[in-house]
């Protein structure tokens, strides 16, 4: 990807979310910012999640997976799941969470938690695109959603500065 095209798609602004999944009689998370709502009726969301990631594979086998948005207050846990340390299995041994009723790891320091349960898996580039309903959900404490603009990087495929001015970014005056 050229820096233009990195410029431009790094202006679509992303939830933060960490990815939880389980298998193995264990649980794993991930840094995600590839979510969205894709349907009103029924509603459903999407979540793009790379095919060599631990938790892909989990969520193929299991059908269901954790979205856990994390909040202004809660950012340590897009710099823990963001971070080095956590790119492995069991990488869960450095954060609170619990099971969820079925059995997917939430974390309470997230805004709000969804089970979600996979209806359709689209293979699409690198990625698959997980169609999924929402089974259960927990709020956690109230906060403001934290994005991809609130975050000294962004994610477009690889990992680049954050811009600051929009304006002067794309080289606007």
């Given at each position: 990807m050229d820096e233009?095209?990195?410029?431009?798609?790094s202006i679509l602004t992303t939830g933060i979310y960490i990815l939880t999944t389980r298998g193995d009689g264990r649980?794993?998370?991930?840094?995600?910012?590839?979510?969205?709502?894709?349907?009103a009726n029924p509603p459903l969301l999407a979540a793009a999640v790379g095919r060599s990631s631990y938790s892909h594979g989990w969520i193929l086998s299991q059908?269901?997976?954790?979205?856990?948005?994390?909040?202004?207050?809660?950012?340590?846990?897009?710099?823990?799941?963001?971070?080095?340390?956590?790119r492995r299995a069991g990488n869960l041994d450095q954060v609170e969470w619990f099971w969820s009723p079925r059995g997917v790891p939430w974390l309470p320091l997230a805004l709000l938690c969804l089970e979600c349960c996979v209806v359709q898996a689209i293979s699409v580039g690198d990625r698959t695109l997980f169609v999924a309903s929402v089974s259960a959900r927990r709020w956690g404490e109230p906060d403001v959603p934290l994005t991809s603009h609130d975050l000294p990087y962004v994610f477009v495929g690889e990992v680049r500065p954050a811009m600051r001015r929009h304006s002067r970014f794309l080289g606007w005056s």
């Open positions: 233009a095209e990195a410029r431009a798609w649980g794993h998370g991930m840094s995600a910012s590839w979510v969205t709502q894709c349907s059908g269901i997976f954790g979205l856990n948005v994390v909040g202004q207050r809660s950012k340590k846990l897009q710099d823990y799941f963001h971070s080095a340390a956590a």
